[in-house]
């Protein structure tokens, strides 16, 4: 199982410019999760899925979209990216079971995202 | 509002020189606490989570326990290979709509010298 995977791993964006990360996980996990990390931050939940075609809103979800039409991808769209956006995006999964090893999040790998 | 802070922000130590990370928290209701170690360049790997004040946990040289008001983790020994950031994050109850969120602390980076 490759787990939680991300695409791209690293990305320069021009002000003004959109782009989607692509987030996939083989576990068939119910839950998924952006992040962002940033220098003394730590990480801050973006948006998350509780299932397919469903979405909500996290901590810091301005200037993002997503969509989940599969159970086992999660996309992230920048619009209009700026550099305030510049950062570590952390995609994670996790099952619907409440206890035990139904409870932890998985993550990937990162995407570094550079907005110039 | 769910706070999670983690001191110290930085701890170098040297091998086989034993300490302990703090994580500090408020939160209207835990439901867990997880502990993830992070490499740099890599996204954050499972350690431990607990569940009630009074429970610990232990793998290789890492003891992690958990009171009322924060959790410790303990390095025993420590070599090189431990030198990681270390992230504290609790789940709360929320009436069954917490979805699994965690809220982060800052992380405590560990340098463990040779």
């Known amino acids: 199982n490759a787990g939680v995977t991300q695409t791209p791993k690293f990305r320069v964006l021009k002000t003004g410019q959109s782009m989607t990360l692509l987030c996939a996980q083989d576990m068939n996990h119910e839950y998924m999760y952006w992040y962002r990390q940033d220098p003394g931050m730590g990480l801050r939940l973006i948006h998350y899925s509780v299932g397919e075609g469903t979405t909500a809103k996290g901590e810091v979800p301005d200037g993002y979209n997503v969509s989940r039409l599969k159970k086992q991808n999660f996309l992230l769209g920048l619009e209009s990216a700026a550099p305030s956006q510049t950062s570590v995006y952390f995609c994670?999964?996790?099952?619907?079971?409440?206890?035990?090893?139904?409870?932890?999040?998985?993550f990937g790998p990162g995407t570094r995202l550079t907005v110039l | 509002e769910d706070q999670v802070t983690q001191s110290p922000e930085a701890l170098r130590l040297q091998e086989g020189e034993s300490s302990s990370l703090n994580c500090s928290y408020t939160v209207s209701g835990l439901r867990g606490l997880f502990w993830y170690r992070q490499d740099p360049g890599k996204g954050p790997e499972f350690l431990f989570t607990l569940y009630s004040a009074g429970e610990e946990k232990e793998k290789e040289r890492l003891k992690a326990t958990l009171t009322k008001k924060e959790s410790f983790l303990h390095i025993t020994a420590p070599k090189p290979e431990d030198s990681a950031t270390y992230l504290c994050a609790v789940q709360v109850h929320a009436g069954g709509t917490s979805y699994g969120k965690l809220t982060f602390g800052q992380g405590t980076i560990l340098t463990v010298h040779p």
């Open positions: 994670a999964s996790k099952s619907s079971r409440l206890a035990g090893t139904g409870a932890t999040q998985y």
